[in-house]
């Protein structure tokens, strides 16, 4: 049966891209060699690292202006602590609008102050806050684009001249932006980029240096910048797919076409929640996410029903985080628009037999 | 033509692991989905990370011994920093065998005191500093058991009641030891246990809680026993290919197994840089390593052929390292006793043809 996979993360590829990668798992480009089996410093994976690296800047539309693209491990988490080791000597302002950012201002506060410019915790994050100041004294401010758990999403940027810092994770590389506004944008892969394991960093060069502390090499972006995104051992298999899904998405069009499908995706599905009585959103309606559609059941009798009808068109990662409940579909760049047809053909067949 | 692989890692992989990860990328378990698409919260992948967290005690004989096994991202180069944030209150004691120690003893050095208690570098590292003291009045004691670049190995540890650190990224999983002699073990796995882009580290838990600084949650040992190895999104493919590789390793009869391999292998491979004239080796005998062997030849004018006489036979990754110079055969627990026959084939009609 043809499976319809709407996990949150990691998330689907599309499928040529798990075709190749799968391929040279075993022998890479003919060489007679497993890709996860030869040297890192090869030519065949410096190529690889180069290309890759060199692809987020031409998608983002950000090559010749002064920003580098860096692979590196340990996922959006252990950018948290980066980004304030790197940048923040006094204050920087954080925008709280879910659990990530809430975890993002925890790990900055052990090395300094860190001030919420603005949070909607109070409604458990349903909401983007709007119409906060950022303080022109500060070191950067941070926000979060998408927030995955809570289906919502920053549709503008506020102005600011001091850098600008934004966790991507779950929607980079999915809408049209002028991505120059940001001074460092970070996501983990296992979202529109690639297999869990590797975390991109886009960062303007020129934003760095500006601390005193003595920063250790793994944490510091100028260390990976200088030896090419290679001081050490880089996360192979992952990045080699993430250039695969990044020159996917390239053939398609870009970012410019991603987003067309991306809209069309979103309002099939929005438009279901809304019109079908027994569906609910969690966010509220400007704020709602493209990538991640948050809802719940207005019956809790048709939970059962529902589940298992889910279960048998073959739909699965639906469910909801544990802090909403309810349900979320995510529907990222490599999600066909026929399987939120299914998904949504299953909610209206629901509404017939209720 | 079958290829002889003898990288210092990312370095060969068993054959049918690789025919099982590769297989996995397109289908897990004949579940319609991919290895690398589905939720790391999942039951698939919850089992397939308990797995190979088990395997490695098992392996290690350290169940039931308080010791703890986590899979990581960040590579060996990222515990240089982690051992010291969770373990260095006062002062530390690092032995310097190589230039991964020395890289260690730099990023440590970055939040409190470091003392070498013995170094080899006077000899570019070409043997095992030995009869030095450990005061024990010293947070942890911190050694290399096995230096990639240059060919040497500990053949014992140094008796002492603080806690031991050992960097085992190249020899893990090689040979038979009493590994509850070590407080903490860790190691890249791109050598003998998968591919790049998860680090395993082994730590027995009461050596930690010891510090007063407020270590960050990525880079906090107790936060990830805390959280099975999940407090965020793991590197899910290389921990996959790991776990498969631990277990090629169980069916062949453990460590003790792969163990009498591998000293038929070195002593193959020694046993020709020693008797045949065209080569030396680089590390003095006593401590040369069954994993990495080092060596010269004796004559330059013989590089180009040599050279190409491995080309044509199929051997690719025996350059030495650049600051060492010459050549070095990586021989770990994947590599088939035949590969080294091959090579030794080719150093022995070299002569002849001398
Ligand atoms: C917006 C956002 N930030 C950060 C993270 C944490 O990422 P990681 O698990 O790679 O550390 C996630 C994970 O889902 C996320 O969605
Ligand atoms: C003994 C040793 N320690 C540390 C490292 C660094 O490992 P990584 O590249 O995973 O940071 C290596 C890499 O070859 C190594 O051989
Ligand atoms: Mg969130
Ligand atoms: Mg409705
Ligand atoms: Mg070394
Ligand atoms: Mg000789």
Not at 69 to 97: D, H
Not at 164 to 186: A, H, N
Not at 197 to 220: C, F, N
Not at 253 to 269: D, Q
């Amino acid at each position: 049966m043809k499976k319809h996979n709407f996990s949150a993360g990691p998330s689907i590829l599309p499928q040529e891209v798990l075709l190749k990668a799968s391929e040279a798992v075993v022998d890479y480009n003919n060489s007679g060699l497993s890709l996860i089996e030869i040297s890192h410093r090869s030519k065949d994976f410096v190529d690889i690292m180069e290309n890759a690296r060199a692809l987020v800047l031409e998608l983002l539309g950000l090559e010749g202006k002064g920003y580098k693209a860096l692979f590196l491990q340990g996922g959006a988490s252990t950018q948290f602590l980066m980004v304030a080791l790197n940048l923040l000597e006094k204050r920087a302002g954080y925008l709280n609008s879910g659990s990530w950012a809430a975890k993002a201002i925890k790990e900055a506060k052990i090395f300094d102050d860190v001030y919420e410019v603005g949070s909607s915790k109070d409604a458990n994050y349903n909401y983007i806050p709007k119409g906060y100041e950022i303080p022109e004294d500060y070191d950067y401010f941070h926000c979060t684009s998408n927030n995955t758990i809570f289906g919502t999403q920053m549709k503008s940027f506020p102005k600011t001249n001091i850098p600008m810092v934004c966790d991507m994770s779950s929607d980079i590389f999915s809408r049209t932006l002028d991505f120059s506004q940001f001074g460092l944008i970070y996501a983990g892969a296992q979202k529109n980029m690639g297999p869990a394991g590797t975390t991109l960093v886009v960062v303007k060069e020129d934003i760095l240096g500006k601390v005193s502390r003595k920063i250790p090499s793994m944490m510091d972006y100028q260390v990976h910048i200088d030896k090419g995104s290679m001081f050490n051992t880089p996360p192979v298999f992952p990045i080699y797919t993430s250039m695969l899904t990044l020159e996917w998405l390239k053939g398609k069009g870009g970012i410019a076409a991603i987003e067309k499908e991306n809209e069309k995706k979103a309002s099939i599905m929005y438009s279901e929640i809304d019109l079908n009585p027994l569906f609910e959103g969690f966010a509220v309606k400007e704020d709602r996410s493209l990538m991640n559609a948050t809802f719940n059941l207005t019956n809790d009798n048709l939970k059962d029903t529902f589940e298992t009808m889910l279960k048998e068109a073959g739909i699965s990662g639906v469910n909801g985080h544990r802090s909403v409940g309810g349900y979320r579909a995510s529907m990222y760049n490599a999600m066909p628009i026929e399987s939120v047809k299914v998904l949504v053909e299953v909610m209206s067949e629901l509404e017939s037999k209720a």
